[in-house]
């Protein structure tokens, strides 16, 4: 599929990934729009790219919706790349005290890491479906963001992991039902990669997680999430698919 001449949202276009995957659609031709709630940044971007900015709640359908009309207002839209993340709460399921852990933290973890992926990808299918077809009948393409953690989530990560794995089981599915709509689904579960979500600084990061991956020996970097973004986009043999970027790694259990 041609990145040139389609607009794209980024949600989420503020932070490590969704930043480096829109300054990638940006060089590669696309009209995109930076859909996030950090308004200082997401104003900063697009000043800086000649690109739209659109504050945007990812569990809220009006929000997301709001994003998506400015997207359309550009060009047909034919991509959406969900990346945004929000609060998440963990810990073991019964803890030392013997107290279960807490639900209502199990459910904002879900909310925000399933439940609003959900929502921009209902949102974004229903939109690119209105977009003319192009060859073989494609209309666009939209790529969500799971974690291995969906796979083998660590000691503490319960709620986290059962969002991610959400991801990861719709992948497959709503690849299936947009069919007919000529519209990919892809998903991206990275391993670690040095963003500023970590809260730590890049150097104690590496220092801990980089001997742990086989290979390369590093932590993995945002623009090769922009990369892969990118050659799912312009490959449309690509579809229903979980990809992990984690240089091999699997996580220990703690």
């Keep these: 599929m041609q990145i040139t001449g389609s607009s794209a949202i980024v949600v989420g276009g503020t932070g490590g990934l969704g930043e480096a995957t829109v ?66 709460t963990g810990g073991r399921l019964v803890g030392k005290d013997g107290a ?13 890491y399933l439940t609003a992926v959900f929502n921009v ?6 939109a690119i479906a209105k977009s003319e077809p192009l060859e073989e009948g494609a209309r666009g393409v939209i790529v969500n963001t799971a974690s291995i953690a969906g796979y083998e989530g660590q000691i503490g990560q319960l709620p986290y992991s059962a969002a991610k ?5 719709m992948t497959l599915v709503a690849a299936r039902d947009l069919s007919p709509l000529g519209i990919r689904v892809v998903t991206i579960a990275p391993g670690t ?45 690509l579809n229903g698919e979980i990809i992990r970027l984690d240089g091999a790694l699997r996580f220990p259990p703690k």
């Excluded at 000649?50 to 809220?60: F, K, L, M, P």
């Excluded at 279960?100 to 925000?112: C, H, K, M, N, Y």
């Excluded at 990808?121 to 229903?126: C, H, K, T």
């Excluded at 794995?165 to 089981?169: L, P």
Aim: no cysteine; hydrophobic share 40%.
């Design 165 to 169: 794995g959400g991801v990861i089981g």
């Design 193 to 237: 990669v040095n963003t500023p979500a970590y809260g730590k600084s890049a150097d104690q990061l590496e220092k801990y997680w980089g001997p742990q991956i086989p290979f390369p020996k590093r932590m993995g970097r945002s623009t090769e999430y922009a990369q892969l973004a990118q050659s799912i986009i312009e490959n449309d043999y």
């Design 23 to 88: 300054r990638r659609l940006h060089a590669a031709g696309a009209q995109v729009v930076v859909a996030d709630v950090n308004d200082e940044k997401g104003k900063e971007l697009a000043s800086e790219l000649g690109i739209r900015y659109v504050h945007t709640d990812a569990t809220s359908e009006e929000s997301v919706n709001a994003a998506i009309a400015e997207a359309q207002s550009l060009a047909p839209l034919r991509i959406s790349v969900d990346t945004h993340g929000g609060p998440a």
């Design 100 to 112: 279960p852990l807490a639900l209502e933290g199990f459910r904002t973890t879900v909310e925000f």
């Design 121 to 126: 990808l209902r949102l974004s299918a229903a």
